[in-house]
């Protein structure tokens, strides 16, 4: 197979994961004019067929289990998850792994969790004051790592969950996204790399995750997630080794706190950007009464618009990769073996024929028309797609309901915030301050 059967595109292996960290909106907005929606990008872990057609994203999120591997492979991934992680689990490892773990994240499971969001939300608003400057991507990322340490680990303990909440920061700001593209800075170099604070942060973030499992092991069943693990068996009678869910924990816990935790930082950004959009919204979140549930939080229409469209804008994984085991065939190309392919969420979630106008804060738009699982995909697709999804959309529901009717809020500077790669997520650079004008019981 020739490169002839490829799309045109970018052939610097060095130069383009330059170019697309420092601002990748940018990046894609040239490329995408210049080679049109489907384009190949080479970089230090391979060549990379990058699309935003939603016909090509059709094709590659139905295909087969058994046609696609993981990219990046060997240790593109495993220094951050763990080798036990499902995100590098194929075939039959991968079903029964997704089958093991779904469960918590859908249906009844999720909504018991409801008051864990509510109480964690609460909990960290009484640490603020009038007048005080907050930096919203770390308050949601408290909220959020406190709600993963009480539904996934099961603590209780204000201490323990603080100390989880440290150690997970820590580890998630030293994920350097310059050791993702390239595999030579996964070394120590005498400690002038970042790869030795980020193993240092891992080490000790890995140190909780297995007493957790040892505590787990030794007390009575409870109804948080790492029971679930402990307790749970496979198809064929077998158990999760100590291993296996230390590695999937850490993935729980970096995967399932970071999509809420970005996703709340980036709504309160818009909505305070955007005053008729924040007045509508708390006219339908008002209409609800003094009490709630959270199903009926849950179920308002322009609050789901309002989180689809920030995901949209500024999605927090921005690529879903698929190694090709068999040739591709996507329009006029042909894409071998070995290659991966990749569905741009930026690249979709900007395209004009798909969202004119894409730069604007609009979320009328998820409410004039339902967009197809290929045009809208802020957690992937396919049999890969992200099993926390749910769980995610509606943490974010209930924490953003939280905020919105007990405080006032405006932006602490009027200055636009560009999204950063941070690890293998995006995220607004600099933060988001928010004054606190005025809290309510």
């Not at 942060?201 to 957790?212: G, K, S, T």
């Amino acid at each position: 197979m020739t490169d002839s059967s490829l799309p045109p595109g970018l052939r610097n292996k060095l130069l383009n994961p330059i170019f697309y960290l420092l601002d990748p909106y940018r990046f894609y907005e040239k490329v995408f004019a210049r080679y049109g929606d489907t384009f190949l990008f080479t970089g230090p872990n391979g060549p990379v067929v990058v699309t935003r057609d939603p016909e090509h994203a059709k094709v590659i999120f139905t295909l087969e289990s058994a046609q696609i591997g993981i990219f990046p492979t060997d240790a593109g991934t495993d220094f951050i998850v763990g080798k036990n992680s499902v995100l590098l689990m194929t075939d039959e490892p991968h079903r029964r792994e997704r089958k093991l773990l779904s469960p918590p994240f859908h249906g009844a499971r999720m909504r018991a969790y409801a008051q864990v969001m509510q109480q964690a939300t609460r909990a960290e608003m009484k640490s603020w004051s009038a007048g005080q400057v907050v930096d919203f991507q770390r308050a949601m990322q408290r909220i959020s790592l406190s709600v993963i340490a009480q539904a996934v680990f099961g603590l209780s303990d204000p201490e323990e969950v603080k100390r989880a909440q440290r150690f997970s920061a820590e580890y998630m700001d030293n994920l350097n996204p310059l050791m993702l593209f390239f595999p030579s800075l996964r070394k120590e170099y005498f400690g002038k790399s970042p790869f030795p604070k980020m193993q240092s942060a891992r080490r000790n973030l890995e140190q909780i995750l297995v007493e957790e499992i040892h505590r787990c092991r030794a007390r009575a069943p409870g109804e948080d997630i790492l029971s679930m693990m402990v307790s749970a068996r496979y198809d064929d009678g077998s158990m999760m080794s100590d291993e296996q869910i230390r590695d999937e924990l850490l993935t729980l816990m970096l995967a399932g706190h970071e999509t809420s935790a970005l996703g709340l930082a980036w709504l309160f950004y818009h909505l305070y950007h955007n005053p008729e959009t924040l007045v509508r919204l708390r006219q339908e979140l008002s209409a609800l009464g003094n009490s709630p549930d959270a199903e009926s939080i849950a179920q308002c229409r322009y609050l789901d618009a309002c989180i689809s469209e920030s995901l949209r804008m500024y999605p927090i994984v921005a690529e879903t990769f698929r190694k090709m085991r068999v040739p591709l065939q996507l329009g006029p190309y042909t894409v071998p073996p070995g290659h991966a392919v990749s569905v741009s969420a930026i690249g979709l979630h900007h395209n004009p024929a798909i969202y004119p106008q894409s730069m604007q804060f609009r979320p009328e738009r998820f409410l004039e028309r339902k967009f197809s699982p290929f045009e809208f995909v802020p957690f992937g697709g396919g049999t890969r797609r992200c099993i926390g999804a749910a769980f995610a959309q509606y943490e974010m529901k209930l924490v953003a309901y939280e905020i919105l009717r007990h405080c006032e809020l405006a932006p602490a500077n009027t200055r636009p915030i560009r999204p950063e790669m941070r690890g293998p997520t995006f995220g607004p650079k600099g933060g988001v301050p928010m004054k606190i004008l005025r809290l309510t019981e």
